[in-house]
């Protein structure tokens, strides 16, 4: 199948959050579209969240060497957040906001992505530390599924 002009995908989109003893779950079902480009697959989509009046792009690009770096929020916009995820790695990264930019890190303990031609669909799992300055800001969970 030819993915280079992308397709249209269902996403069902689940994230969980504990911070300071306190846990949020959050799940999103939107449509997006999935592209693969050389190596890469890209999975993208709006998250529309109502409650909080917010709109954000996001991409999911899952490299060929089993990476995934996230994207939420465009290049335009006052905030923008991008994660690397790789298994049993602590990665520096950067959060941009209005107030300038912040220098995050991840630590991965698991990450599974599983994917199926017919029909073409999959399930991304990542489980993740955040840290700014040295300090612990939380731990997440994140999985994410497509179909198309």
Same mark, same amino acid.
């Given at each position: 199948m030819d993915l280079s002009r992308g397709i249209p995908v269902t996403i069902h989109l689940e994230t969980y959050v504990t911070q300071d003893d306190q846990s949020e779950e959050h799940v999103f079902d939107e449509t997006g579209s999935l592209v693969? =480009?050389?190596?890469? #697959?890209?999975?993208?989509?709006?998250? #529309?969240? @109502?409650? @909080? +009046?917010? %709109?954000?792009?996001?991409? =999911?690009?899952?490299?060929? %060497?089993?990476?995934?770096? $996230?994207?939420? +929020? +465009?290049? @335009?916009?006052?905030?923008?957040?991008?994660?690397?995820?790789?298994? @049993? !790695? !602590?990665? $520096?990264?950067?959060y941009r906001t209005p107030y300038g930019i912040i220098p995050v890190e991840t630590v991965t303990p698991r990450l599974d992505v599983r994917l199926t031609e017919a029909p073409l669909a999959g399930e991304i799992y990542v489980e993740y530390q955040l840290f700014a300055n040295g300090d612990h800001l939380g731990n997440y969970r994140m999985r994410l599924q497509f179909t198309a």
């Open positions: 693969e =480009l050389n190596d890469t #697959l890209y999975i993208r989509y709006r998250e #529309l969240n @109502e409650a @909080e +009046g917010t %709109d954000y792009p996001v991409t =999911l690009k899952l490299r060929g %060497d089993g990476d995934i770096q $996230l994207t939420r +929020g +465009g290049s @335009e916009d006052d905030m923008q957040l991008k994660l690397h995820f790789a298994n @049993e !790695r !602590r990665i $520096l990264t950067r």
